[in-house]
């Protein structure tokens, strides 16, 4: 027995993100490491990455 029924039980679901700014030195912001972390949480939709410059 199920409580919901599709047609009528539709519910509004907000597409949630997440913002990661990123605030090191260059050369730790652009090191190969950081770019495959950053590389995969890019590879989700809920992701908005942001990083600034020690400049």
């Known amino acids: 027995m199920s409580y919901f029924n599709d047609e009528e039980d539709v519910e509004f679901v907000e597409k949630i993100t997440i913002r990661v700014g990123i605030?090191?030195?260059n050369k730790k912001s652009?090191?190969?490491?950081?770019?495959?972390?950053?590389?995969r949480l890019a590879k989700f939709d809920m992701f908005e990455i942001v990083v600034f410059s020690d400049e």
Not at 30 to 39: G, T, V, Y
């Open 30 to 39: 652009h090191s190969r490491p950081m770019k495959e972390i950053l590389d």
């Open 23 to 25: 605030c090191a030195m």
